[in-house]
């Protein structure tokens, strides 16, 4: 009995776990294994990080290249020019080249690809661009108190 019961159990988990990685709720368009939603309100990466937190998600961290290549082809595929912050920043502008993590739910996962176009980042100690954002030509850095971004949340 006992051990029927803790079948029962586990057979539940697994259907209650599977339902949930299939379906992304509304609004949230799924990308591969992955709901995001695309903001076009334009915000600094530190209200958007709040706004996606706000959302119930959090902004979006690609912490796979296949993650990050099926949002760039779905940004192409519907001709979508615009700019989204995303949950990539700089966290050590005194190391050269800086120290990329994606930043998502207390922590900083060290960015173990780059991707980033030609020439960047090109932020500096100097000319800090300690946040990432991406279109459908590449991820790219930027000012952090650079309001005029939309952004991309995940859930
Ligand atoms: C993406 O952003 C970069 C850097 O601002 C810009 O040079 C490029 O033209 C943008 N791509 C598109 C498709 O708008
Ligand atoms: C970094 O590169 C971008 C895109 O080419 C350019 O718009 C920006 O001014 C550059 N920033 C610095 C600090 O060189």
């Not at 980033?116 to 661009?129: D, E, I, L, R, T």
Request: proline fraction near 3%; include cysteine.
């Amino acid at each position: 009995m006992l051990a029927f019961s803790h079948c029962v159990l586990v057979f539940c988990g697994l259907h209650l776990f599977y339902s949930q990685a299939d379906a992304c709720s509304h609004p949230y368009p799924k990308i591969g294994q992955s709901c995001y939603l695309l903001n076009y309100e334009r915000v600094t990466w530190n209200t958007a990080y709040m706004r996606c937190l706000s959302y119930g998600g959090h902004l979006a961290v690609f912490e796979t290249l296949d993650e990050l290549l099926l949002m760039s082809e779905d940004l192409k595929k519907r001709n979508d020019r615009r700019n989204f912050h995303i949950g990539g920043r700089n966290i050590n502008r005194h190391i050269s080249g800086g120290d990329w993590r994606w930043i998502w739910n207390g922590k900083m996962i060290k960015m173990n690809y780059y991707s980033s176009g030609p020439g960047q980042p090109n932020g500096s100690y100097a000319k800090p661009q300690d946040c990432l954002f991406i279109n459908s030509s590449n991820v790219f850095d930027v000012r952090c108190d650079y309001g005029n971004r939309g952004f991309a949340c995940e859930k």
